[in-house]
């Protein structure tokens, strides 16, 4: 007889109370160093609908997020946890620059071609950690953290060589009109990237929980010894996994360099990989919720840039609120003892039912 499913209340508890004590710290600190607390505050969580341009702010910043954390969710449901999104995101947002400087070619088409070689090369740049780990016995996540300063390096370096703007030292010269995807929303920045991201989330959704290969990952991260013994092809799956992965944090350097800029202009090594990290958690490795995790990330921190504008509390708060968040839902004793009842009720209620069955 099939049973149906319950709905994991543990798990959104969890979340729910360490963004609640995350923000209850975040109050604590902004009444202690604020001059005028309560306007601080009220502009922190209320700044992102105080305007059209702020709200939309929020849109723009959740989209690459999204991606990321997409990245993350199928790279470390293996079980390995590398941290190579970056890598693949910077890189291929130089790729993505590249093609839009170098290569004329028709709109759409030019677009198309820029998403797709910036997932490629995503792609190749996923797998790499794999194959070294195989090859030398690294671990992975010494080795993905080694990449992100290769590949930010060497990307920067590849711009200031080829396509530097010498009127200004730092950025690019411009892209080709038809490199750039285009406003979704008028009199904003919220580029056609955003239904990108929803048709990704959809087909991500489908993968990871509908599809033979989702199972089987979950499998392989669970417990790869009984996957062998279960004929599941353990290194096609984990090599699959972050070659998708690479490519989503690869398509997230796509979209937001051609959906956001004009010419390229990150000389700073762009990290999105711990926002990744925390988008998944809070979304309990669901693909479906990663977008209103990402939303509620990309809201806090809009609201902190409000704050900042207007007062004497610095943005960087944010950060305190995602460790504080990161930290609480990582742990495993959090709410331990929650979790520890209601398995005893559980286990005394179904001895009771065979108890009664044997009777």
Known sequence: MKTK????WYGVIRVTV????S???AAAIIFVVADDPVTAFSKFLLGPFSTRRNFFNVVETMIPLVFCGLAINVMHKSGLFSMVADSSFYFSGVTAAAIAIACPMPNIVHQIVILAAAMLV???IGVIPVLVKRKTGANELVISLMMNYIFFNFGYWLIRRFFLDASNGSYSIAFQPTATLGKLIPRTNTHYGFLIMIVVVVLMWILM????FGRALRITGANESFARYAGISVGM??????????MLAGLAGGVEMIGMYRNFQWITSQSYVWDGILINLLAGTRPLMIP?????I???RIGALVMSRGGDVDSEIVSIIQGIMILLIASERFLYQMKKRKEEREALQNQSLETENAA
């Not at 499913?5 to 994991?8: H, I, L, N, P, V």
């Not at 360490?18 to 004590?21: A, G």
């Not at 929980?209 to 033979?212: E, W």
């Open 122 to 124: 995503g792609g190749v």
């Open 23 to 25: 923000l209850l710290i």
């Open 209 to 212: 929980d509908k599809s033979a």
């Open 237 to 246: 799956v984990v090599l699959g996994s972050q070659f998708i992965g690479g």
């Open 18 to 21: 360490s963004i609640l004590i």
């Open 5 to 8: 499913k319950k709905f994991e």
């Open 292 to 296: 209103v995790s990402a939303f509620f």
């Open 298 to 300: 990309s809201y806090i």
